[in-house]
């Protein structure tokens, strides 16, 4: 028992020791190799890509800037879905995704890199090898972001927005939907209420009723001693007229002015 527990204890030492010096030196060694396959890599495809695309005119005024977009988007995608499956991949569907888009991505950089072997000393390609490099390569600028697309939605995160805003989008639209029901349904009713001889009988009276009450307001208006006054001030005012002075006449006697109202021989 002596002998177990001492054989334990040091079996446990030496598992600390192994934790603390071999841990940081293993993550060391890993990165350093991940890194040097990485940037050999981006060396082949950007040489590759640079080969394929050559003459073509899709790519001559932006050669230098598309030949690179690959090299960019594969080689990020590689350290990315490791550091996914070792940070922050949180879902499983995201972690299996990462795993089997991992093994693709590698077997596309591990393809380019035996490629540029292939190249002659003239740096002619083989026909599929062109084809390959024209129109398979470059599909590569769509698929990454795509794939980090699905990633992104993938995440518990997102997918507990998504499932939120799927639902109230769903309630919105049976909500609207009730809506436009129930206004046709009131419509309808509106409009066969209207045809019924009942309303038709209710909307005569009211317009009767409407006619006489404005004819009474119209009718209480009137104040039968504003009309004697306005007919007084008539009457005061043709009196006035009347007795104004009437104006001379004018003649003319001998080539002179007489106002007197005589008249010359």
């Given at each position: 028992?002596?002998?177990?527990?001492?054989?334990?204890?040091?079996?446990?030492?030496?598992?600390?020791?192994?934790?603390?010096?071999?841990?940081?030196?293993?993550?060391?060694?890993?990165?350093?190799?991940?890194?040097?396959?990485?940037?050999?890599?981006?060396?082949?495809?950007?040489?590759?890509?640079?080969?394929?695309?050559?003459?073509?005119?899709?790519?001559?005024?932006?050669?230098?800037?598309?030949?690179?977009?690959?090299?960019?988007?594969?080689?990020?995608?590689?350290?990315?879905?490791?550091?996914?499956?070792?940070?922050?991949?949180?879902?499983?569907?995201?972690?299996?995704?990462?795993?089997?888009?991992s093994f693709a991505v590698w077997i596309v950089l591990a393809f380019n890199t035996v490629a540029m072997f292939i190249v002659g000393n003239d740096g002619a390609l083989p026909g599929p090898l062109q084809f390959y490099t024209r129109y398979v390569l470059p599909l590569s600028i769509v698929a990454v972001p795509y794939l980090w697309k699905w990633l992104l939605d993938l995440h518990p995160d997102s997918q507990e927005r998504i499932a939120t805003l799927e639902a109230e989008s769903s309630y919105n639209t049976q909500w609207r939907t009730i809506q436009r029901e129930q206004r046709d349904q009131i419509i309808g009713a509106y409009r066969e209420a209207q045809d019924s001889a009942e309303v038709k009988e209710a909307v005569k009276r009211m317009a009767a009723k409407a006619a006489i009450d404005r004819a009474?307001?119209?009718?209480?208006?009137?104040?039968?001693?504003?009309?004697?006054?306005?007919?007084?001030?008539?009457?005061?005012?043709?009196?006035?007229?009347?007795?104004?002075?009437?104006?001379?006449?004018?003649?003319?006697?001998?080539?002179?002015?007489?106002?007197?109202?005589?008249?010359?021989?």
């Open positions: 028992m002596k002998d177990f527990d001492k054989y334990l204890k040091r079996s446990e030492r030496i598992t600390a020791e192994v934790d603390k010096s071999g841990n940081g030196l293993g993550m060391f060694f890993a990165w350093a190799m991940i890194i040097v396959g990485v940037v050999v890599t981006a060396i082949q495809t950007h040489g590759l890509a640079v080969t394929g695309m050559k003459g073509s005119r899709l790519y001559d005024a932006w050669l230098s800037v598309a030949s690179w977009l690959p090299v960019f988007l594969l080689e990020g995608t590689a350290i990315g879905l490791t550091l996914g499956r070792l940070y922050f991949f949180k879902s499983t569907e995201q972690r299996k995704l990462g795993f089997v888009a009474a307001q119209i009718v209480g208006q009137i104040d039968s001693h504003q009309v004697d006054e306005a007919r007084q001030k008539i009457a005061d005012d043709k009196a006035l007229v009347i007795q104004q002075p009437a104006k001379p006449v004018v003649t003319w006697r001998g080539g002179q002015i007489v106002q007197d109202g005589t008249r010359g021989n």
